[in-house]
Structures are given as C-alpha cells and as structure tokens.
T-cell receptor, first 113, second 115 residues
Framework: AQSVTQLGSHVSVSEGALVLLRCNYS??????LFWYVQYPNQGLQLLLK??????LVKGINGFEAEFKKSETSFHLTKPSAHMSDAAEYFC???????????FGPGTSLSVIP | NAGVTQTPKFQVLKTGQSMTLQCAQD?????MSWYRQDPGMGLRLIHY???????DQGEVPNGYNVSRSTTEDFPLRLLSAAPSQTSVYFC??????????????FGEGSRLTVL
C-alpha cells in the first residue's frame, strides 16, 4: 500500500530563512506526488504536484519541490520564508488511475519575525 | 464561484444519533471524496466516488455510508455516532481528467463533536 511520511510535525524558521519540509513516500512504482497547504480554519489547497514531466516542480507562492526517485523523496523548499507562509503543509501521493489521494500526517510551519 | 460547499459547519451529536453531512460541488467534477482530519494524523480517506452511482471505501470507512445519485452531491452519513467520530470532516472534488489527476478542491470543513 502506498504511504507518505513527513519528518517533523513542527518546523520553525526565521523570516527570510530557507524553508525545507521533508516528505518520503513508499511505492513500488513512480506515483503522482503533491503538496497541499492549509491555512488556519480553512480547507486545503494545492501548492504543487509532480507527474513525471520534470523532477523539479514549481508551485505557487515561491515554493518548489524536487522528486528524487533514488531517495523516494519529494521535499518542499522555499528560499526565503515570509510570515504569510505559516500554515500546515501536507505531502500526498496517488497511484491509481483515479484521484484517490493519500495524505501524510502534516508539518506545521511557524515563521518567526 | 461556490466551488465545494459543505453543511453544516458545526454540529454536536449525542452518542448513537445519526446525521448526514452534505457536500455539493458546482464544477461538474467526476471525482468526489470525504476525509476526516485528526491532530497528528493528517487527512484520512473515508469514502470516494469516481462518478454518479459509483462509490468505494477509503482508509477508514467503518461507521460511515455514502451515496452518489448525482454528479453534484456526495453526502456522508453517520449511522450511529460514536465519540471516536469527533473530527473535522472535509469534502473534496477533482476534475478526474488525466491532466489534472489528484488536483483536489476542498470545502471549508465540518466540525463534528460527539458527546
């Protein structure tokens, strides 16, 4: 069965510092991979997704993620954190021909002024 | 644009009561799903549907029923509420087309408390 792990349930960075949120997946075949963001008291929204077209994927709000098959990883990065980036971030995976998406446990990002 | 609409936003139930969480989308999406969100566990898939008349179980289906009589609506029924079902429930839909697979659009959530 496919699954997703996210290292670190909570990450704190200073404003302007690099953001790195880790995601590893378990799958026997290359999956579809996603990062979603959830702002307080809201539903989730798609940040970016990997579909095998390119290993480096750019998303909204300056975020990007790199697919590394050898490491089964899909880490999310942003060069310079902004206060508005404080939110919960979820890595997710889908293998099937439909849209059955399985989410990781999430990482809460805090940005310190 | 309404997108995905969930009702109610808040609900308190007593153990053993039944209720239905409503979900409607106006984007003509084929795929719809229900998740529950609990602290430290992320979102867990309860049930999903790939089109009208077709439903299937997700990771945690026990205690929940769904039906999909129209493309727009995907209600989630709690048959006999238990305290373990206290959670925030999210409905999501997706176009289902190959180029947009997995691009879920979420409702704002329904917070359910079972006493």
């Amino acid at each position: 069965a496919q699954s997703v792990t996210q290292l670190g349930s909570h990450v704190s960075v200073s404003e302007g510092a690099l953001v790195l949120l880790r995601c590893n997946y378990s799958s026997s075949v290359p999956p579809y991979l996603f990062w979603y963001v959830q702002y307080p008291n809201q539903g989730l929204q798609l940040l970016l997704k990997y579909t095998s077209a390119a290993t480096l994927v750019k998303g909204i709000n300056g975020f990007e993620a790199e697919f590394k098959k050898s490491e089964t990883s899909f880490h999310l990065t942003k060069p310079s954190a902004h206060m508005s980036d404080a939110a919960e971030y979820f890595c997710a995976v889908s293998l099937t021909s439909y849209d059955k998406v399985i989410f990781g446990p999430g990482t809460s990002l805090s940005v310190i002024p | 644009n309404a997108g995905v609409t969930q009702t109610p936003k808040f609900q308190v139930l007593k153990t053993g009561q039944s209720m239905t969480l409503q979900c409607a989308q106006d984007m003509n999406h084929e795929y719809m799903s229900w998740y529950r969100q609990d602290p430290g566990m992320g979102l867990r898939l309860i049930h999903y549907s790939v089109g009208a008349g077709i439903t299937d179980q997700g990771e945690v289906p026990n205690g929940y029923n769904v039906s999909r009589s129209t493309t727009e609506d995907f209600p989630l029924r709690l048959l006999s509420a238990a305290p373990s079902q206290t959670s925030v429930y999210f409905c999501a839909s997706s176009p289902g087309t190959s180029g947009r697979r997995g691009e879920l659009f979420f409702g704002e959530g329904s917070r359910l408390t079972v006493l």
